[in-house]
């Protein structure tokens, strides 16, 4: 049997709900500030999701409905800047304490630090945020916590890409049978699986609707004791919330296939 090592976690929709409420009106706040037309609504936003990291997400949505900005000789220049003011008003939101982890996620932290399973991070996001957000929900030392942190363009590839991934177990020294994932996309679950990792996926508001089938169980979030979650496929085997022993389970259950 693959013994379960570490645990790899997605950021943004995974620890916490920092897309709609936090990105979207922090790169709203940069187009404002930097005297552009551009507004991102909850649903326009949606659609954007489906391109993974932020500069990105802005010249797809330039392709789409403003082409003549890419035709700037400074339009690369305008997007970084516009990613980095972006970036600062994001962190000042987490400063704030305005974005909360969602449910289950400081329970189940706690309980692998407990049995000395290892933790790391892989998402597009930057380096910045994710220890902003980590700070500011559960302590100074915690970013300590994770061994490896792969974060913004420290590969080229973002998800659905796998190399974060591959990036993350190579500095593990781990195996992917060793490991399991945690996401909350299509894209995210896409790049953890060509990865060979065995993932469970938490849904939000902009994913309910992706193919979650080639996850070990996909669910609502993962719960608290006093409030189940929701498991969407797969089997709790009679947990009202999603625990290592679970997490275990469905690691060993994933790799008898």
Known sequence: MKKLQALIFDVDGTLADTERD??????????????????????????????????????????????????????????????????????????????????????????????????????????????????????????SWFEVIGAGDVVAAKKPAADIYHWVLQRLQLPAAGCLALEDSANGLIAARGAGLATVVTDNDYTLDHDFAAACSHLSDLGEPHSPCRIRRGDMHGGACVDLDLLRRWHADYHKQ
């Open 22 to 143: 936090g990105h979207r009106p922090a790169f709203n706040a940069a187009f404002a500030a930097a005297g552009l037309p551009w507004r991102w609504d909850e649903k326009l936003y949606g659609e954007l999701l489906a391109v993974t990291g932020g500069k990105e997400r802005m010249r797809y949505f330039c392709q789409r409905s403003d082409p003549d900005f890419l035709r700037r000789a400074d339009a690369d220049a305008v997007i970084r800047d516009l990613h980095a003011a972006k970036t600062e008003h994001y962190l000042a939101m987490l400063d704030r304490g305005e974005i909360p982890l969602r449910p289950g996620v400081a329970r189940l932290l706690g309980e692998a630090r407990a049995a000395g399973v290892r933790l790391a991070i892989a998402t597009t996001t930057t380096p910045e945020n994710v220890t902003r957000l980590l700070r500011s929900t559960l302590g100074a030392d915690s970013p």
